[in-house]
């Protein structure tokens, strides 16, 4: 399938430095801490079991992908919280920054629905992918462009189980 990029032991020590980091800039403060579903919910559990601060979690669903390595540059929004967004400090945790459309179209939505700040975390990024000018808040590793899957992030549904992170390949 491909090689390990990054074993159990480099995620989950990336993902406490990751949500230290988080804790330290926002201490006193309450965070909103948004998943990006489906391949956030592994991280976004780990990250936030580490953040000793107040937070509130939900999640959005968006698509972007109509096959299965290939995003299609279109973002089409699955599932909205009904939540008020009223200066709200948001969090929005994903598995990958890879074009950037979904991460830029999530913080214009939220930002019109009234939130004070928003903030990007996300696993993976893969600068060489962008097609918009987007830079995440908190990057655990910056990857070359490859297809990834492991620990939530997936191929047709399968692998997000795997606690690594491999590059795949068919």
């Known amino acids: 399938m491909g090689r390990v ?3 159990r032991e480099d995620v989950e020590g990336t993902v ?4 230290q980091r988080i804790v330290a800039k926002h201490k006193g403060e309450r965070l909103l801490v948004i998943g ?3 391949g956030a919910w592994i ?3 780990d990250l936030v079991r580490f953040m000793e601060m107040e ?5 959005v669903r968006v698509a972007s992908y109509t096959n299965k390595t290939e995003t299609s540059g279109k973002v089409c929004l699955l599932y909205w919280p009904d939540l008020d967004f009223s200066n709200e400090r948001i969090l929005v945790v994903d598995d990958i920054a890879d074009t950037g459309l979904t991460l830029a179209f999530l913080r214009k939505k939220f930002l019109d629905e009234g939130a004070m700040t928003v903030e990007f975390c996300v696993l993976l990024d893969k600068p060489s992918r962008r097609k918009v000018d987007f830079t995440p808040d908190y990057v655990g ?3 070359p462009d ?3 899957v492991g620990y939530g992030m997936d191929y047709g ?3 997000r189980n795997l606690p690594h992170i491999k590059a795949y390949q068919e």
């Open 5 to 7: 990029l990054f074993t």
């Open 16 to 19: 406490k430095t990751l949500a």
């Open 36 to 38: 990006v579903l489906k």
């Open 43 to 45: 991280f976004m559990a």
């Open 55 to 59: 937070i509130f979690c939900d999640f």
């Open 141 to 143: 590793f910056t990857i």
């Open 146 to 148: 490859e297809f990834v």
């Open 157 to 159: 549904e399968r692998y």
